[in-house]
């Protein structure tokens, strides 16, 4: 029989088909239903247990190969169902639909895209130091000899007015001697004012000398014992010492450095660069590595005056509080200077954005666990928080964690849309069927020859022709030479992809 009547043949047994199942339909129920054709029971999708209806089979491995019925890939992997909804169609391309179970299972997030002051840190690392305001040197302005430590060790609290030392001066002997005559004659020389006034002077300049010395001359001076005791003039640590006893010092001689480390400060480094984001008051966060997870408020007190020009990075001083006494002088730190700007932005968290390099992506979540890829422009990056220029709106909602996975899930579908799309980005793909007979398999270059009938849908006379093959195992069931029934669809311009073979002779059975 020549094609051309198989054709018209089968056409017919199609229309008697059709015809048979309404008339069918209409006396068993009274109200006309539509019968399936046969080829439409050998493709139909089926339904799950909960009602809703299969739209197709996609590849367990992400490949865009999608099957109408339940099979198996080429490592025996189940082909996984997609159900009406959860497809990614052309009005929402990229949508993910998740189960409220799965939604618990990845831990999903979801966090409102809203105004607010984004703080953009400076972020610096310095070191611990000395506040050199709370410095004080302990000198003597006279000559003179230690007779006695009271505090004998660096590293050692002393409070103010505490004894620090005791020493003999000779200095303190002749001002006491002074200052016992210049009295003496005050007294011996009440009648005479001339003399009474020499004494007087004497006994002012002596005290004034003493007073230079920033000290107060002792009883034990004006009778020759000339020994006294220094104190500490603050509260702190003994940062050096260099009095030992019996030593003798000189006027001006550093003998005790005494720090109050209640403050310190953190001498910093910032990069050209930031250097206009910065300005004395701001407020500050440092860190420390001797202690994780503690942070502690400080605030910038001055801007050094030169840049240094090997490193391009000018110093700044941070100021904080140190009354545990846990920042000792020499700790490596790291600060975060806030130099955000008051007005408000629409702002998302840092954790919401998937950035590929390429493009930054935010999960808009919608309703009924549904999850809208959007593309946006990303502006200032703050510490937790992220500018959006545009994108997405202030109210919506955007996914936090397991972000990455449903991003993966969303490109998969994705690229099954581009796989099921035509040419326009809306319409289906168009999928036609024929009969013939198979002349070759290349599994190499995924394609076979195949000797077919007439297809008017596509104008097409009888030839043999190659086509792609969708995925090796449509061919995995049927042997070169064997007639067979065939679907295939096209998916560019030329590109025509077998989807489906099977033999002639099954097809037929199938069909009654």
Not at 108 to 120: N, S
């Amino acid at each position: 029989m020549k094609p051309a009547a198989q054709f018209a043949a089968g056409a017919a047994a199609v229309a008697l088909a059709l015809a048979a199942g309404y008339f069918a339909g209409t006396r068993n129920t009274g109200h006309p239903d539509p019968a399936p054709s046969a080829s439409a029971d050998a493709t139909a999708p089926a339904e799950s247990a909960g009602g809703r209806k299969i739209l197709y089979y996609r590849n367990p491995m992400g490949l865009p190969d999608t099957s109408p019925d339940p099979k198996k890939d080429s490592m025996g992997m189940d082909y996984i169902p997609v159900y009406e909804g959860e497809d990614a169609g052309a009005d929402d391309s990229g949508t993910v639909t998740v189960s409220p179970s799965r939604l618990q299972t990845l831990g999903v997030r979801t966090a409102v895209a809203e105004l607010r002051a984004l703080d953009e840190p400076v972020r610096v690392v310095g070191r611990v130091a000395i506040n050199e305001r709370t410095t004080v040197d302990v000198a003597p302005r006279f000559e003179g000899w230690i007779e006695r430590l009271h505090v004998s060790a660096s590293g050692d609290p002393v409070r103010r007015g505490q004894a620090l030392f005791s020493v003999y001066s000779p200095e303190l002997v002749s001002a006491g001697s002074e200052l016992q005559i210049a009295e003496r004659l005050q007294r011996d020389a009440a009648t005479d004012p001339a003399a009474a006034e020499s004494a007087r002077r004497l006994a002012d300049a002596t005290r004034a000398r003493v007073s230079n010395w920033q000290m107060k001359l002792p009883e034990g001076a004006k009778t020759g014992n000339g020994r006294l005791t220094f104190t500490s003039p603050a509260n702190g640590i003994v940062l050096e010492k260099k009095a030992v006893e019996g030593m003798r010092f000189m006027p001006g001689e550093a003998l005790y450095r005494i720090a109050d480390l209640s403050s310190v400060w953190v001498l910093a480094d910032v990069y050209e660069r930031d250097l206009a984001r910065v300005r004395p008051g701001q407020s500050a966060t440092v860190t420390l590595d001797a202690f994780p997870g503690r942070s502690f408020p400080a605030k910038v007190a001055y801007l050094y005056p030169t840049l240094d020009a090997a490193t391009r990075t000018v110093s700044i001083r941070l100021e904080l509080a140190n009354a545990e006494g846990l920042l000792r002088p020499g700790l490596f730190a790291h600060a975060e200077v806030a130099t955000g700007k008051a007005a408000p932005v629409l702002t998302v968290p840092a954790s919401a954005m998937i950035d590929s390099g390429e493009r930054q992506v935010v999960l808009v979540a919608q309703d009924e666990g549904r999850f809208l890829p959007k593309v946006v422009k990303v502006g200032r990056r703050g510490s937790e928080h992220i500018e959006i220029i545009e994108g997405i709106a202030a109210g919506e909602r955007v996914v936090v964690s397991a972000n990455f996975l449903i991003d993966a899930e969303s490109n998969l579908r994705a690229a099954l849309a581009t796989f099921t799309a035509g040419k326009d980005g809306g319409a289906a793909v168009q999928n036609y069927s024929a009969e013939g007979s198979l002349d070759a398999i290349d599994l190499s270059a995924g394609t076979v020859s195949i000797t077919h009938g007439e297809i008017p849908a596509l104008k097409w006379p009888p030839m043999t022709m190659d086509f792609n093959l969708a995925s090796p195992d449509v061919v995995r069931n049927v042997a070169p030479g064997t007639p067979i029934r065939f679907e295939f669809e096209q998916r560019t311009p030329g590109e025509f992809a077998i989807t489906r073979i099977e033999p002639a002779a099954a097809a037929t059975h199938k069909g009654h």
